[in-house]
């Protein structure tokens, strides 16, 4: 069993920064892909970023040049550093992980972003 913590979460302003963190724990033999997706109020769940095991980084066009996924495999966790916020991106986040030789998905419980205007 596999589980996902999501941290770094909260309040900020239009323009400011947060730090996501997401930290695998449980029967981990190695990560796949990891990500990020978020989820606001009546909208659905969308992804942000994705980042293989050979780092390689897929981003949603509205945090392209905004948004870095990054990971530390010695950790088992992924990171997302959010720059230049809008109050767009306020939303759940969710971190996702997929384990080498699998096909289901592990999710986190999520973190709040709330970035006012």
């Known amino acids: 069993q596999v589980q996902l913590v999501e941290s770094g979460g909260g309040l900020v302003q239009a323009g400011g920064s947060l730090r996501l963190s997401c930290a695998a724990s449980?029967?981990?033999?190695?990560?796949?892909?990891m990500g990020w997706y978020r989820q606001a109020p009546e909208k659905k769940r969308e992804l942000v970023a994705t980042?293989?095991?050979?780092?390689?980084?897929n981003y949603a066009d509205s945090v392209k040049g905004r948004f870095t996924i990054s990971r530390d495999n010695a950790k088992n966790t992924v990171y997302l550093q959010m720059n230049s916020l809008k109050p767009e991106d306020t939303a759940v986040y969710y971190c996702?992980?997929?384990?080498?030789?699998?096909?289901?998905?592990?999710w986190g419980q999520g973190t709040q972003v709330t970035v006012s205007s």
């Open positions: 996702k992980a997929r384990m080498r030789f699998k096909r289901n998905d592990y």
């Open positions: 449980g029967s981990i033999f190695s990560i796949n892909t």
């Open positions: 980042i293989t095991s050979g780092r390689t980084t």
